[in-house]
């Protein structure tokens, strides 16, 4: 996948609200298996933070890393992301997933607005995550 522009970055965000009762959920970012892209990796290093302060590897696959249960940028009092304007790409999609079970793009049902995400709107990012599941895990889906 190639390097993305700031500008481009912003079309691979999922539109949905993340507040609950006013403030930011941030339940995705607790106990967290978000995998990473080289160009997720490349863009929060040039933010200034170290690859192992926030990427650990599990099978070769590179994640966010998870410190006292949540993401390590995870603001655990506000529920907000500190690097929320260069999250990586599978955060920026999320609640949309893809099932290495099942092989498909499914809308995590532990998110408190899954059931804001209608069909219309998964078919429009399915191509999306799907190239973020082909660079990061190298399969054909």
Do not use: Q
């Amino acid at each position: 996948m190639k390097k993305y522009k700031r500008r481009e970055l912003d079309l691979w965000v999922l539109p949905v609200d993340c507040r609950v009762n006013g403030r930011y959920c941030g339940k995705c970012c607790y106990n967290t298996e978000m995998p990473l892209t080289r160009s997720d990796i490349d863009r929060i290093k040039r933010l200034g933070f170290k690859e192992n302060y926030f990427t650990v590897y599990r099978n070769g696959i590179p994640h966010l890393k998870n410190v006292n249960g949540h993401c390590v940028f995870l603001d655990p009092e506000t529920g907000m992301c500190r690097i929320y304007k260069y999250r990586p790409l599978g955060c920026r999609l999320y609640p949309l997933v893809y099932s290495l079970d099942s092989r498909r793009v499914i809308v995590d049902s532990e998110c408190p607005k899954s059931r804001s995400i209608d069909e219309k709107l998964i078919r429009r990012y399915i191509p999306l995550l799907r190239r973020l599941v082909m660079e990061v895990y190298k399969l054909k889906i």
